[in-house]
């Protein structure tokens, strides 16, 4: 049993866990259940972050860690732990892998979710933020003329606003864009906007890889 801030929790799909290569550039996330197996092979270890260090352990020393927090002498942040009858273990917020020192990918994936995750949910002509099912993808140079479904022709857009544009372009239709399409240049999507929890032990990782020149 999974118990999430105290609570006794079924699923093991939340919260998630930060997965850091070799070199600790931050890669993606995973369920706690693959953070284990990933522990348990010895293919990762945990990275706890305490008064601003970096400490790692191996899933034995992190069970020693955990069972101290237990009795009283350590002291637990989030109070996500794994319970059973005769162990009790708390889940990392981070695991860092040891057999995989590759960069980040930095090639962002062309597709809708990721449109609208570089625009922050935003129409790109009135402003205003809107849910990913109240937007459409919107070509700035019309089809019609030519333009091509790449990252720096399609820009999130409303309902309203992408009735008003038409085939025409935003100079023709009297709008203008907020903010010139461009290609991402790191995988923003690990700033997740799911409904997982993200850990402030993360954002200096997640800083780390946003902040790299690719």
């Known amino acids: 049993m999974i118990y999430y801030n105290n609570k006794p929790h079924i ?16 890669l993606h996330v995973v369920t706690v259940r693959r953070a284990f197996t990933l522990l348990y092979k010895e293919r990762a270890e945990v990275v706890s972050v305490d ?20 009795n ?3 002291k637990s942040k989030n109070g996500n732990w ?30 809708k979710k990721n449109i609208f995750e570089r625009d922050r949910n935003i129409c790109q002509y ?4 809107f849910h990913a099912s109240e937007l459409s993808l919107e070509h700035v140079l019309p089809k019609s003329r030519g333009g091509k479904n790449e990252w720096t022709n399609i820009v999130s857009a409303c309902t309203g606003c992408n ?3 038409g085939g025409r372009t935003p100079q023709e239709a ?10 991402p240049k790191y995988n923003f999507v690990i700033n997740l906007k799911d409904n997982s929890e993200k850990f402030s032990s993360w954002d200096h990782f997640i800083k780390m890889q946003s902040n790299a020149a690719f």
């Open 11 to 26: 699923s093991l799909l939340n919260p998630k866990v930060l997965v850091l290569n070799k070199l600790f550039m931050a």
């Open 72 to 74: 009283g002498s350590g």
């Open 82 to 111: 794994i319970k059973t009858f005769t162990a009790a273990i708390e889940v990392p917020e981070i695991i860092r892998l040891l057999v995989y020192d590759k960069l980040p990918q930095n090639i962002v994936k062309f597709s």
């Open 51 to 70: 008064n601003d260090k970096f400490n790692s352990y191996n899933l034995d020393s992190w069970r020693k860690v955990s069972l101290l927090k237990l």
């Open 174 to 183: 009297g709008l203008r864009l907020i903010h010139k399409p461009v290609r």
């Open 163 to 165: 009735k008003r544009k």
């Open 126 to 129: 009135c402003g205003r933020e």
